[in-house]
Each structure stands twice: as C-alpha cells, then as structure tokens.
C-alpha cells in the first residue's frame, strides 16, 4: 500500500529538550519518537543495501518461480552478511539514554526480518524497538516511500503525520522517506554520504549515533537547505 504524500516545504525543525528542566522553558514542539535505519545506521553497513537493490529488479523477471529463486539468493546473501555485523560506534550509549528518557523507537528499514532480529538480540538484547517495519512487513512500499515511517506514526496514536518524529538514517532513501512523512531527519555520516549533509532533505547530521544524547537532551534545531552547518560530532575512541 503507498502512501503518496506531498513533500513538505524546507522548513528549520524544532524540538523541545528532553530534560525535563529545560523542555519547561521551551515553546518547541515535543519529540514523540525515533525511527531508526539499519544497515549502516545501528550496525555499521555490509552491503546489505546491494542485495536490497537487486529485489528492485526481481518484479521484472518472467515468472513467479524465477522471482522466488531470486528472493532466496537475496535472502541467503543477508543471513550471510549479518554474522559480520559489528554496532556503530554510540549505539548503546544512545539507546540507553532514550530507555531513561522514556522516548519511543522503531525500525524502518529495507533489509529482510532476520538480519534485523539478529542485530537486536545480539547488541540490543534489553531494548524494544516497536513497530519494525522490514521487507517482509507486508502492504507497505519500501522507502523512499513514506508508507513506513507514516504506519508508525499511526500506531504511535499521532495524528498529524510524522511531524513529531525524527528518522535517522544513512542514505538518500532515508533523508526523503523522512521527509516526505513530515518527520525531521538526522544524517549518520560516512565516507560515501558527505554529500546528502547538505541536502535539503537532511536537517542534521551526525558523526556518530550518541552524538544525538546532547542534541536530544538540549533541543533539536535542525538546518534548511544550504543554509546547514556541520554537526561537531565526538572524537573516535582510541
């Protein structure tokens, strides 16, 4: 099922802190929810993404036999890239921060369902991410489509969209489905997506994901198309 929905104009998006001292003082809408990528946002990417690319042409092949075949070797090559998935730097720290902060998290993400469950029991044991939306969520187009990220916000309860709500990512496809569901988007950075720092879909980016712990905790204040400056992340660990 799609989910057509306007692009929304460039706009500065606004937070009020999740501490509880500052957010008092703040006339900035309340953050109801983060929905979170995968593959190259909570685990570092291991080409996940490419055997999702080859699924794009799969709907083109002759018949249903040749379109399942094609879905196993797609599936066999995710069950394969999951055993050498290592979490991004920040991962738990940030995790740990939103449990204490009460804050609601999902999961929008292209890959199949078990490199997804294999990455939550293995680095995310105690943590709830709810709704996940996978490949295998049925009745919803993948992103750059919004659908997922909108069917979250509808099992949140919200009612104006995903207007209150953050989605971080790693692609262009995460920046736009975000976007265009009405929600602020968030930029992990890498050495091959500096250039969607400055897109207009992308209102922040991050160096790495606990790099969000300060920005949450003081308020979110996003950037507008060019007029985006470079987010200070932390040092890498030694």
């Not at 606004?14 to 995968?38: E, H, Q």
């Not at 797609?74 to 730097?89: D, G, K, T, Y």
């Not at 949140?156 to 496809?173: E, F, H, P, Q, T």
Request: charged share 25%.
């Amino acid at each position: 099922m799609s989910s057509t929905a306007p692009g929304y104009s460039l706009r500065q998006r606004r937070f009020a802190p999740l501490n509880p001292d500052l957010s008092a003082k703040s006339n900035a809408p309340p953050l109801k929810g983060i929905v979170f990528d995968v593959d190259g946002t909570l685990c570092e990417a291991l080409g996940i993404d490419k055997s999702v690319d080859i699924l794009e042409h799969i709907r083109s092949l002759p018949t249903l036999k040749d379109r399942m075949k094609a879905v196993s070797k797609v599936q066999a090559i995710e069950r394969e890239a999951m055993l050498r998935q290592q979490p991004q730097p920040g991962l738990v720290e940030l995790m740990d921060y939103l449990e204490s902060r009460g804050m609601r998290r999902a999961l929008c993400t292209r890959n199949f369902e078990a490199p997804v469950t294999h990455l939550l029991q293995t680095h995310l044991p105690k943590h709830v991410f709810l709704p996940i939306i996978t490949r295998d969520t049925p009745d919803l187009l993948p992103k750059p489509d919004p659908a997922g990220i909108l069917h979250i916000a509808r099992e949140w309860g919200l009612d104006n969209r995903a207007d209150n709500l953050i989605m971080v990512g790693d692609s262009i496809d995460d920046m736009t489905a975000g976007h265009t569901a009405g929600a602020a988007t968030v930029l992990l950075l890498n050495d091959r997506n500096t250039h969607l720092k400055d897109h207009e879909h992308t209102d922040l980016s991050i160096e790495r994901l606990d790099d969000l712990i300060d920005i949450l905790e003081n308020g979110f204040v996003g950037h507008r198309g060019g007029d985006k400056a470079p987010t200070e992340g932390r040092e890498e660990e030694a």
